[in-house]
């Protein structure tokens, strides 16, 4: 099994910056691909900033000049540095992740797991 935590979610007013933070754990043996998406109200669940094991980043429109995604590989941790913050930017933003994990027997499975989000709420 693999578990992804989200933290740093929080209030902060239009204009403002907050970093998310993102740490997995469990029977990890390699990390690809890990991204943050975000659902609003109403609305379904958007990828909206990926990250690959070459540190190979993609971002959707509204997010980009904006938001940044890192990785530290050393940690299993992912963040997401959002600065210039919009009232449209509210939403419940959650951490995903591809790789493989040992299933104690020696074998060796493929994952592909999202974390349970963390609020973020933009004040206009």
Request: aromatic share 6%; charged share 15%.
């Amino acid at each position: 099994q693999v578990q992804l935590v989200e933290s740093g979610g929080g209030l902060v007013q239009a204009g403002g910056s907050l970093t998310l933070s993102c740490a997995a754990s469990g029977s990890i043996l390699s990390i690809n691909t890990v991204g943050w998406g975000r659902r609003a109200l109403g609305k379904q669940r958007e990828l909206i900033a990926t990250i690959t094991s070459g540190d190979n980043t993609n971002y959707v429109d509204s997010v980009k000049g904006r938001f940044t995604i890192s990785r530290d590989n050393a940690k299993n941790a992912v963040y997401l540095q959002m600065t210039s913050l919009k009232p449209e930017d509210t939403a419940v933003y959650y951490c995903h992740a591809r790789g493989e994990m040992g299933l104690g027997n020696g074998q060796v499975a493929d994952f592909s797991s999202w974390g349970h989000g963390t609020h973020v709420t933009v004040s206009s």
